[in-house]
């Protein structure tokens, strides 16, 4: 099993102590360090300001969202990434949500499925530089001769030579139509809320993917990269707490009422009723109720939390469900050290 170490996005400021984590994640024989973005920080910053001090690990945004700039702006982003890291970026892209595509960066959401195909589409040509980058649409024209044109866009190439024609990509992705369109054009599935139970249902949906024609990849050399809190704890009970108030954010406040895709992914887990409460106490503003309302079970379906024993026979469980890299967020150095221990992966 592969680690990865998420940074996330930040809050009100930059946390302090990220350069020594991501130090500390690298000497333990973690292999990757992440980033993300919301609507302050963005992910590729950190990744080259921090990301400096390192030598091995791979570099990736998890998640890159679409909307967030134009995928010419962002392949240039992946490719300038690339070179100053000696070929470790990964490039995780993402939809987000209604609530943010079309309050904070103010375009449709609609169709999200045929947006991310038509730009992960442009980010290959741009990296491939083979010829000139062309897009007939309808999401993202190039040249664009629409409404408001002059007329003068001509393609272009990009004046930098991308370090690699393969950059992987790996999308962000939680329902079922979505992970096969992962399959079929991306190099990895950065997974939300994975559950070893669901595995079998994960992998049907993959291999939906990899038998449309002209998949990218198959199952063998395609990378699941499962976001999960990883706690080597005798006390496990304040972490399942306190990972109860930031699942209560994201299943009330993290969607609209009506189109909450993490809300989704629990419904499928059985959890339908409890998502159904959490997000009307939290949309009450009785944020403490909501999560107090998280099931224990609902925890442990998508976090390991425990004894070094129990995390080592989790993470094997996970492994065998079928996921490759887990990502996960350490507050600590003291927690990257006993997680390192705990997996022998030092």
Request: hydrophobic share 45%; glycine share 12%; charged share 20%.
């Amino acid at each position: 099993m592969q680690l990865g170490l998420q940074l996330g996005y930040w809050g009100a400021g930059p946390p302090a102590d990220v350069p020594e984590l991501i130090v500390e994640a690298e000497r333990c024989g973690f292999d990757a360090v992440f980033a993300a973005e919301s609507w302050g920080s963005d992910a590729f910053t950190p990744l080259a300001w921090w990301g400096a001090r390192t030598e091995r690990v791979l570099l990736g945004t998890s998640v890159a969202q679409l909307s967030a700039r134009s995928p010419t702006a962002c392949a240039m982003h992946a490719l300038t990434l690339d070179h100053l890291s000696g070929g470790r970026a990964v490039l995780g892209l993402g939809v987000s949500g209604p609530q943010v595509v079309e309050g904070w960066y103010g375009a449709p959401f609609g169709k999200p499925l045929a947006r991310t195909r038509e730009y992960v589409s442009i980010v290959r040509q741009v990296l491939a530089r083979e010829q000139p980058v062309r897009s007939a649409g309808p999401h993202y024209p190039l040249p664009f001769t629409g409404d408001g044109a002059l007329g003068l866009g001509k393609p272009l190439r990009p004046i930098t030579h991308p370090l690699r024609a393969d950059l992987p990509i790996w999308l962000g992705a939680e329902g079922p139509r979505n992970v096969a369109l992962t399959a079929e054009i991306a190099d990895g599935w950065l997974a939300i809320y994975w559950s070893p139970r669901l595995g079998p249902m994960y992998e049907e949906w993959l291999a939906d993917g990899f038998a449309r024609p002209g998949a990218r990849r198959q199952r063998a050399d395609f990378t699941v990269a499962a976001s999960c809190q990883v706690v080597v704890t005798d006390d496990p009970g304040p972490e399942i707490a306190r990972l109860k108030g930031s699942m209560a954010l994201y299943l009330g406040g993290m969607g609209a009422p009506g189109m909450n895709f993490h809300a989704d992914v629990f419904g499928r887990m059985g959890y339908a009723a409890e998502v159904a409460e959490i997000g009307r106490l939290f949309r009450d503003g009785r944020r403490a109720e909501a999560a107090a309302a998280v099931p224990d079970e609902l925890v442990a379906d998508i976090a390991i939390i425990g004894p070094a024993e129990h995390v080592r026979a989790e993470v094997a469980r996970w492994e065998k469900a079928g996921v490759g890299m887990l990502i996960v967020g350490c507050r600590s150095v003291e927690q990257v050290r006993a997680l390192a221990g705990a997996l022998a992966v030092e």
